[in-house]
């Protein structure tokens, strides 16, 4: 196992069109998160997956923003309708739940969105 | 709703010197406290996770402390390196998902 994928690695996209996103977890992990990143800052959460299920949406999340993970295993995220403020890194990270609560988090490379 | 402080922002060391990261969250209920670094542009690496039973982890020359009552971690360095230059996070992780500070941006000067 390689690890966290993410694809594309970068991406320029013109102000409206739609951009979709693609994550790759460890493969024995059963939680799936993505964050968001910008400069300077630390990543905010925007919506986890258990399995197939999707757990908990941040209100950053807006109605643009769908993530989908149908057999519990990759992630795709799309952004809908894009404006300059999604310009960011989008960073996907997935781990194993436990009653015990959480294993280590491990994150992919990310996705650099540029909104022109 | 956890909130996650770090401190200093930015940190500049000479070589050779050791050093600490602080952190410091509001809700001490936590499962465990993760650090991170990351390199500019890049995604983020796990550097140690601290579950909320224990104390203290260590890796190389890593050691990151986690004291739940006060609500404090903190990363020591030993020895530092300029390959250490990098911005150092932590994340704390309850029944939410990981809760991030903002960094501290560490530059080791040769």
């Known amino acids: 196992d390689t690890g966290v994928s993410q694809n594309p690695r970068h991406k320029i996209t013109k102000r409206g069109q739609n951009v979709t996103f693609r994550c790759d977890p460890i493969?024995?992990?059963?939680?799936l998160y993505w964050y968001r990143q910008t400069l300077g800052q630390g990543p905010e959460f925007l919506t986890y997956?258990?399995?197939?299920?999707?757990?908990?949406k941040s209100r950053l999340l807006s109605d643009r923003f769908s993530a989908e993970r149908p057999k519990g295993s990759f992630s795709t995220l799309e952004i809908q309708r894009t404006e300059q403020g999604d310009s960011a890194m989008y960073l996907c990270?997935?781990?194993?739940?436990?009653?015990?609560?959480?294993?280590?988090?491990?994150f992919g490379q990310g996705t650099r969105l540029t909104v022109v | 709703k956890q909130e996650v402080t770090q401190i200093p922002a930015a940190l500049s060391v000479p070589e050779g010197e050791n050093l600490v990261l602080n952190c410091s969250f509001t809700?001490?209920?936590?499962?465990?406290l993760q650090w991170f670094r990351q390199d500019p542009g890049k995604g983020l690496t796990s550097l140690l996770l601290i579950q909320s039973s224990q104390r203290e982890q260590t890796s190389g020359r890593l050691n990151a402390s986690l004291d739940k009552s006060s609500g404090r971690s903190t990363l020591y360095i030993a020895a530092s390196q300029p390959g250490d230059s990098a911005t150092y996070l932590c994340a704390a992780s309850g029944n939410t998902p990981l809760v991030f500070g903002k960094g501290t941006r560490l530059s080791v000067i040769a």
């Open positions: 809700d001490s209920a936590i499962y465990n």
């Open positions: 493969s024995e992990h059963n939680r």
């Open positions: 990270a997935s781990s194993l739940s436990r009653p015990t609560g959480n294993t280590e988090a491990f």
């Open positions: 997956f258990q399995n197939e299920a999707q757990l908990e």
